[in-house]
């Protein structure tokens, strides 16, 4: 299993599930979801392409998939900056921001991304 420092997705329970939803955010961020082929993905998870389709039996549900770990990562690391930020009504909000823009600025930062949410979907944007 490929494992990398930083890695959105840190365990599913599935052998090399993690490996290959990481690669595959690697790739649809910095190549758009119609630029990246299974086999991109395959090779950043170093494993083959038909293990690949053992986990995901196609590119729109790697995609789904990819998405919704990086939505829960998201939304968990939101809730507990906002848990910490206590009851101070204007510390709350400024705590969600800077938890959501920790998290996505390695990753901006890695495949050369705006903030724009579609940046998985579309190269470019």
Do not use: C, W
């Amino acid at each position: 299993m490929n494992t990398r420092s930083g890695a959105l997705v840190t365990d599913t329970g599935r052998r090399n599930e993690a490996a290959i939803l990481n690669a595959a955010i690697q790739a649809f961020g910095s190549q758009g979801f119609n630029g990246a082929s299974m086999r991109d993905v395959a090779r950043g998870a170093d494993t083959s392409l038909s293990n690949l389709y053992n986990y995901f039996p196609s590119k729109s549900k790697l995609l789904a998939e990819a998405l919704r770990h990086a939505n829960a990562e998201l939304r968990g690391r939101v809730l507990a900056a906002v848990e910490l930020a206590g009851d101070d009504a204007p510390s709350r909000p400024r705590a969600a921001r800077d938890a959501a823009r920790a998290m996505s600025a390695p990753r901006r930062a890695a495949v050369g991304k705006s903030a724009d949410p579609l940046a998985l979907v579309e190269p470019g944007s």
